[in-house]
């Protein structure tokens, strides 16, 4: 069955530390892929996306990702956290037959000064 | 407008009764979808609009829920005689071009239904 994976629901770090928050998928071919940001009675917005190329993805907030085909993953990373990262991160995928995004549960990042 | 609109932003409603949410997506903006968000959840896709034309309703959990968007701008999600379960956050999001799979989405802040 399709899926999106994100086996962390709640992550705690200091504010200057490095942060990798994962996703993994499950799907027949590998999906168009994103990451979303989600603070507090905000809307989404969008961090990064992965197409197609360059495996290792910049976005914005000096946040990165990185596609590994073998593992079905799309990590993203972050090396020095800052307070105002505390926010909800969705991973999300867009098959390939759907114009539809589908999004993991979400994992909610903690920051402490 | 410059982002993607929803209101109300916060709607308590008595089981049994409709309700009708509003989205204002980006001007010009060809694609636009509907999420549902219940809490501690990821968003899950409800339909998809290319202009005036519903291309997928796949994800709307009954028939109680209709979605409209007559003039292929504003569009309304309405939900027929609430259900406690209805209860979640409506997030609506637009897209210049066919599809959210090439581009961004822009999402809206959400209108958050209480039903009691």
């Known amino acids: 069955a399709q899926s999106v994976t994100q086996p962390d629901i709640h992550i705690t770090v200091s504010e200057g530390a490095s942060l990798e928050l994962r996703c993994n998928y499950s799907y027949g071919a590998t999906p168009y892929l994103f990451w979303y940001v989600q603070s507090p009675g905000q809307g989404l917005q969008l961090l990064l996306k992965y197409f197609s190329g360059d495996t290792l993805v910049q976005g914005i907030k000096g946040f990165e990702a990185e596609f590994k085909r073998s593992q079905s993953s799309f990590n993203l990373r972050k090396p020095s956290v800052h307070w105002s990262d505390a926010a909800e991160y969705f991973c999300?995928?867009?098959?390939?037959?759907?114009?539809?995004?589908?999004f993991g549960t979400g994992t909610r990042l903690q920051v402490f000064p | 407008g410059a982002g993607v609109s929803q209101s109300p932003r916060y709607k308590v409603a008595k089981r049994g009764q409709d309700v009708a949410l509003r989205c204002d997506p980006i001007s010009g903006h060809v694609s636009l979808f509907w999420y549902q968000q219940a809490l501690g959840q990821g968003p899950e896709f409800l339909t998809y609009?290319?202009?005036?034309?519903?291309?997928?309703k796949s994800g709307l959990p009954s028939d109680r829920f209709f979605a409209e968007r007559p003039e292929g701008s504003v569009s309304t999600l309405k939900i027929q005689r609430t259900q406690q379960e209805d209860s979640a956050v409506y997030l609506c999001a637009s897209s210049s071009v066919q599809g959210a799979r090439n581009t961004e989405a822009f999402f809206g802040q959400g209108t958050r239904l209480t039903v009691v």
């Open positions: 609009f290319q202009n005036e034309a519903q291309l997928d």
């Open positions: 999300a995928v867009g098959p390939l037959d759907t114009d539809k995004l589908i």
